[in-house]
């Protein structure tokens, strides 16, 4: 009986088999080359800063008036004001040049303290927030008790390039016969159009600031020294006088409010 010879028909088999799996592989390969993923950018539509504020009131306001980048022209803007109390919002479009007034579901108090989000097509914008507050007298005067009233003057004696005097007379007020001495103090609000400038710095005598006299500019209060005997306090029909030099230069002995 003759031998049956199948070694090179399960070789030839084999070699077959590795040509369609390479032939396969080869297939993938090219599937997974050709695809393409495809990627797109996302930016800003108008990228800057929103300008906000209202005008100088007494009273609760209603409204804030926006100036948004130019390009955000036709875009709607989406505004929160913050007075520390409330949160109040509104919508405007943004116009093609200048400023838009936006109605606020609420009131307000404006101050210089007020805090602005604005968002346009659903974006966050940069905000920035400017307030002129109403002016209050250029100086005013109380006591400790305020049964015992007193009074305040100020005349700006002269003026130069860097400073100002200040000559100020305070007169206890009261009406009655009582003659108990009662501390004084005296506001003087240097935002007044009667000063020059607001100061960065006070020389001067007669006077001490109050607490933290430089973050409330252009507002700041002053009582008297007390190393003067009674001159920090007033007596029926008293008066006392002090002396105030404002600066801008950043050099006082009283006060010097550049860091």
Avoid: K
């Amino acid at each position: 009986m003759a031998r049956t010879r199948r070694r090179p028909l399960i070789a030839a088999l084999l070699v077959l088999g590795v040509l369609a799996t390479a032939g396969f592989a080869s297939a993938a390969s090219l599937g997974v080359t050709g695809a393409q993923l495809g990627t797109f950018a996302a930016g800003h539509p108008c990228p800057g800063t929103l300008q906000a504020t209202t005008p100088t009131t007494t009273m609760q306001a209603l409204t804030v008036t926006v100036t948004a980048p130019a390009t955000c022209a036709g875009r709607q803007l989406q505004v929160a004001v913050n007075d520390g109390v409330n949160v109040r919002q509104g919508t405007a479009t943004a116009p093609v040049s200048g400023s838009v007034t936006v109605t606020l579901n609420g009131a307000y108090t404006p101050s210089t303290g007020v805090a602005v989000d604005a968002t346009v097509s659903g974006w966050a914008l940069a905000t920035a927030w400017s307030y002129t507050p109403p002016a209050g007298p250029a100086i005013r005067c109380w006591t400790s008790d305020p049964l015992r009233p007193c009074s305040a003057t100020v005349v700006v004696r002269d003026r130069w390039a860097t400073g100002y005097n200040l000559d100020i007379t305070i007169t206890d007020a009261r009406t009655t016969n009582a003659n108990n001495p009662v501390p004084w103090t005296i506001e003087i609000d240097f935002g007044s159009t009667a000063y020059p400038f607001v100061p960065n710095a006070l020389d001067g005598s007669g006077v001490v600031p109050g607490v933290n006299a430089c973050g409330t500019r252009p507002v700041m209060t002053f009582t008297g020294t007390t190393t003067w005997g009674e001159h920090h306090l007033l007596r029926r029909d008293s008066v006392r006088t002090v002396w105030i030099q404002a600066r801008n230069d950043g050099t006082g002995a009283v006060l010097d409010c550049v860091p």
